[in-house]
């Protein structure tokens, strides 16, 4: 298999981009230019004008992509859905490194997930939304299933989507605990612990999936 030049993870994208796919692209990075505000003054206190200023826009512009402030907090929970269809193994990248990609993706963007779902309980004025929580961790699973299973042709759906369980309730379990000092470097060893004993020596050599796992972190 030839191998491009992988860079940055949070250029890598697992999913088809189609036209109605950019206009998304593009809440998806104000929702993260605005996080901090949200962080800094929860729902109620955050201002459409503080929040447009943090994504370089006039409200007015801001409006043009959300349609209200609730639209723009919940977003991440109640955008179109990702699912193991849309999302592509680019046949010119090691599958494996591709997974590796998406862990420190999915890790870059944990933080604003979370965020999102507190901020709709937020406006809910509930403890939790559990079905909002669900959807979200069901599309993970999707995502992280299509590319565990192409580590391997001849994984079924089933025996990846597992693998994809396990490692996500990981990764979102400890995120949510807030036990380790160091969040993101502890959970991807943890993961990446998940996953090497699903994967090896059953699906991929040991050796080829400690190397992939290496070479992502190296370039995060």
């Known amino acids: 298999m030839t191998e491009r030049t992988v ?7 697992p999913w088809r981009f189609r036209e109605s796919d950019r206009l998304e692209a593009r809440r998806r990075e104000l929702f993260a230019l605005a996080a901090p505000v949200f962080r800094r003054h929860g729902y ?6 503080a929040l447009a ?11 043009h992509y959300f349609g209200s402030k609730e639209e723009m907090a919940t977003y991440l929970v109640r955008r179109p859905r990702m699912d193991w269809d849309s999302t592509w193994v680019d046949p010119t990248i090691d599958p494996l490194v591709q997974l590796a990609l998406l862990l420190d993706l999915s890790l870059s963007e944990l933080p604003n997930y979370l965020l999102a779902m507190r901020l709709a309980d937020e406006i809910a004025g509930t403890v939790s939304d559990d079905r909002a929580h669900a959807r979200t961790f069901r599309e993970g699973e999707a995502v992280f299933a299509r590319m565990v299973a192409g580590t391997d042709p001849g994984m079924s759906r089933s025996a990846a989507t597992k693998v994809a369980r396990d490692a996500l309730s990981a990764m979102v379990g400890s995120a949510i605990l807030g036990l380790d000092p160091e969040p993101e470097a502890a959970v991807r060893e943890r993961v990446v612990g998940v996953l090497r004993a699903a994967l090896v020596p059953t699906h991929v050599q040991a050796q080829r999936f400690d190397a992939a796992m290496h070479r992502a972190e190296q370039t995060a």
Not at 7 to 13: A, K, N, Q, S, T
Request: include cysteine.
């Open 7 to 13: 860079g940055d993870p949070r250029d890598f994208r």
């Open 53 to 63: 200023h943090a994504c370089g826009l006039s409200p007015a512009s801001l409006y």
């Open 44 to 49: 109620r206190g955050a201002t459409i004008k």
